[in-house]
């Protein structure tokens, strides 16, 4: 249980003039170490398409698009994972659509693959990435039920799932108004079901979509509240809104940098007496990254030498050498990680085919 009250974090969110520097040097106490992690990864989209139509999305395509990916075969995938080996990439992040099966097109796909289902054949990539490469299976896919959950967690040693906000106010603008799945019961359901089976989970906060600073609170807090339940909030994103051309908010303001600097010191404050780590995309804030290191951020997140940043593809993603530049000039350590953070890496978290081969890969790291 948190020391901080709402009022204390919203007070950081208001926070003008020195008292930012205030309230970042108090963050910057909860640091641990010296180290700034990120997870060498591969991003595989198994399909584009998606029952959501969020305002700011850059990742969803309509069936009719030609370039869309409808849906992977399993050769197509298990190519690239071999591929992303030999670059040493140790996590396979899949991400798809919500619901992506209730799009005839992609059903249809499915059965000629021989499958009623989305799960049922993610289940099965996961199984193949675990069979055919020494890489850790990590899925990105919506909401899921308690049932589906279940499966995925035999065969993938994290998931996540972006809380984005828990505000209802947000389904009514353009940023989720055409978007069942954003619906925050329906996420927080999600969160907190992955907690109950003991799946390593990673969530965060969308900001700049329109939300105001007591939603940012009450999003937080309410992660917070699952994480004292549960324990098995590993890390929280905090990911701030970005233009493009392409989107229905594409004159949308984006946030500051202090906004972004004020919401990631707070995050820090709130989950400073944790171990969950707090990261913010490397590939959104080029020139300003380095900033929220000393605002208490501790991770960089998956980085990919071999895939682009599906979710947004206009923004590539640093190199590792670019990485470690920005971490060491702001005075820290980078250090690589797994999609699975050490504390969980039991039997109590994992069955004993997963435990085998995260303990093996944490021998070579």
Not at 231 to 258: A, C, G, V
Request: aromatic content about 8%.
């Amino acid at each position: 249980m948190t020391n901080y009250s709402k009022e204390d974090i919203l007070s950081v969110l208001n926070a003008k003039g020195l008292d930012i520097l205030k309230y970042t040097a108090k963050a910057a106490q909860y640091r641990k170490n010296n180290l700034i992690t990120y997870s060498k990864n591969i991003f595989i989209p198994l399909t584009e398409i998606c029952r959501n139509d969020c305002g700011y999305c850059n990742f969803k395509k309509n069936p009719t698009d030609k370039d869309a990916i409808i849906l992977k075969t399993k050769e197509e995938i298990l190519e690239e994972l071999k591929i992303a080996e030999k670059q040493g990439c140790k996590e396979a992040l899949f991400t798809f659509g919500e619901d992506a099966d209730e799009e005839e097109v992609v059903l249809k796909r499915l059965n000629e693959f021989g499958y009623d289902n989305m799960v049922d054949y993610i289940v099965d990539i996961c199984q193949m990435t675990l069979d055919e490469t020494n890489m850790l299976p990590h899925t990105n896919g919506g909401n899921f039920s308690y049932d589906a959950l279940k499966k995925l967690k035999e065969v993938n040693v994290s998931m996540g799932l972006m809380l984005e906000n828990s505000s209802e106010r947000l389904m009514e603008l353009p940023a989720h108004k055409k978007s069942p799945g954003k619906d925050p019961k329906l996420r927080l359901e999600t969160i907190t079901n992955a907690g109950k089976l003991k799946i390593p989970y990673t969530t965060g906060i969308l900001i700049g979509i329109g939300e105001t600073k007591e939603e940012i609170v009450d999003s937080l807090f309410d992660i917070r509240e699952i994480y004292d339940k549960y324990d098995h909030i590993q890390e929280i994103i905090i990911q701030n809104f970005t233009r493009t051309p392409y989107i229905e908010m594409k004159d949308w303001p984006e946030p500051s940098l202090l906004d972004m600097i004020r919401t990631v010191t707070a995050a820090t404050l709130l989950f400073g007496d944790t171990d969950v780590s707090i990261q913010v995309p490397p590939n959104l804030n080029y020139d300003t990254a380095q900033n929220f290191l000393l605002c208490g951020a501790d991770d960089w997140g998956g980085v990919s030498p071999v895939s682009v940043d599906y979710v947004n593809p206009t923004s590539p993603w640093p190199t590792i050498d670019v990485l470690n530049n920005l971490t060491v000039d702001t005075g820290f350590k980078l250090t690589e990680r797994l999609c699975i953070y050490e504390k969980y890496v039991t039997d109590e978290w994992l069955n004993d085919a997963l435990l085998e081969k995260t303990l093996n890969l944490l021998k070579h790291l």
